[in-house]
């Protein structure tokens, strides 16, 4: 299998959740920490336009509840504003993000990664 790299905050619930599941599953993957390394511009830019400002942006987070409505019109605005912003704040980006060769995963669903990975 080609590798795989998952982005992600160690400290996220979730993202401890798809790493346990990996493991069990024997699959490699590089762990890409939005903390300690940030977001890579042109990988943020791809997920927005393949899935869509709606299925990239946690909205649920405490990250987002704190914005004010400026910042929040620049999100849902989209665009390079919105993406530097994501990029700056990057709890705002639904976590996990799975990347292989053929696909991007956001979020953790055992049955999608599943099928992504054909286990």
């Given at each position: 299998?080609?590798?795989?790299?998952?982005?992600?905050?160690?400290?996220?619930?979730?993202?401890?959740?798809?790493?346990r599941?990996?493991?069990?599953?024997?699959?490699?993957?590089?762990?890409?920490?939005?903390?300690?390394?940030?977001?890579?511009?042109?990988?943020?830019?791809?997920?927005?336009?393949?899935?869509?400002?709606?299925?990239?942006?946690?909205?649920?987070?405490?990250?987002?509840?704190?914005?004010?409505?400026?910042?929040?019109?620049?999100?849902?605005?989209?665009?390079?504003?919105?993406?530097k912003?994501?990029?700056a704040?990057?709890?705002?980006?639904?976590?996990?993000?799975?990347?292989?060769?053929?696909?991007?995963?956001?979020?953790?669903?055992?049955?999608?990664?599943?099928?992504?990975?054909?286990?």
């Amino acid at each position: 299998m080609s590798k795989l790299t998952l982005y992600g905050i160690p400290n996220c619930d979730t993202v401890k959740k798809a790493r346990r599941w990996l493991d069990e599953q024997s699959i490699a993957y590089v762990f890409h920490n939005f903390k300690k390394d940030g977001v890579p511009a042109a990988s943020l830019a791809s997920w927005v336009e393949t899935h869509g400002l709606d299925k990239v942006v946690n909205r649920r987070g405490t990250t987002w509840r704190k914005l004010n409505d400026e910042q929040k019109a620049v999100v849902e605005a989209g665009g390079d504003a919105a993406l530097k912003l994501l990029a700056a704040e990057s709890s705002m980006i639904k976590r996990p993000v799975l990347e292989t060769a053929k696909h991007t995963l956001i979020g953790f669903s055992v049955e999608d990664w599943s099928s992504a990975l054909k286990l």
